[in-house]
């Protein structure tokens, strides 16, 4: 069964891609082929991974990007029309939280918690997706949350940005099914993972609780490899014993 997403010997951006999940899918995107931009504000830590990548004999390379910023998302792309080398993979990862009653909560992290987790990969997507539409192909992964569907205190800006990309998410898949069978749009709910965003806030946190981000990595792989006359239009990956699902 052939994928109409081309990932050996393709090329795929991950946001977030220098720790936590974004790695574990970055790596699992280099394992197949695929050559990997690791776009992250952590700079240093994209630079290690994408070194440790290439000693192994995979393909990456570090891309400065504030997701934020919709003139940095233009500009990126602009830089790969000028290379010929085309995106076929898009993964929006990139996510901030900030873990307070909604009292205590500023005007400037409600802005960056949803700027980074709905704005950021709504910009990327509306730049991957209308070249992918002109190319005939390609595939966007966006990560969710269970937050999406089900939200619990101290999360007001994290669980209303990822209830906005799930809904991005289902518009851009209706819309690709109008525009251009060849391009495939998922969202990954991904339950808690044993990763920096989590362990960094919540060190006390029982882990067997989480799951590991390959898990998850795993599900994003299994989305891109369909067959073209099938799509995964959305995936629930959680642990045995998730509190926040169903």
């Known amino acids: 069964m052939n994928s109409v997403t081309k990932i050996d010997g393709g090329q795929a951006l991950v946001t977030g891609g220098a720790s936590g999940l974004g790695a574990a899918i970055v790596r699992r995107l280099a394992a197949a082929g695929a050559s990997v931009l690791v776009a992250d504000v952590r700079q240093e830590a994209a630079k290690e991974l994408c070194e440790n990548l290439l000693a192994e004999g995979g393909q990456a390379r570090p891309v400065a990007l504030d997701v934020r910023d919709p003139e940095a998302a233009a500009e990126l792309f602009g830089d790969l ?41 709504m910009y990327l997507c509306r730049e991957a997706y209308r070249r992918m539409v002109t190319r005939g192909g390609g595939h966007i992964v966006n990560i969710l949350s269970t937050a999406a569907l089900r939200t619990w205190t101290e999360a007001g800006p994290y669980s209303a940005a990822k209830s906005g990309l799930r809904a991005f998410t289902h518009t851009l898949f209706k819309e690709a099914q109008r525009d251009c069978p060849g391009i495939g749009v998922t969202g990954v709910v991904a339950g808690g993972m044993e990763t920096p965003f989590i362990m960094e806030r919540f060190p006390e946190t029982d882990v067997a609780l989480l799951q590991s981000p390959d898990i998850v990595a795993d599900a994003v792989m299994y989305a891109l490899s369909v067959p073209a006359g099938s799509a995964v239009a959305e995936l629930v990956v959680v642990p045995r014993r998730e509190v926040s699902w169903p």
Do not use: Q
């Not at 029309?81 to 993964?91: A, E, F, K, M, S």
């Not at 873990?99 to 704005?119: G, H, S």
């Open 81 to 121: 029309d000028l290379t010929g080398r085309p995106l076929d993979v898009l993964v929006n990862c990139a996510a901030v939280d900030v873990t307070k009653p909604v009292t205590e909560l500023t005007a400037e992290e409600m802005n960056r918690v949803v700027t980074t987790d709905l704005l950021g990969p």
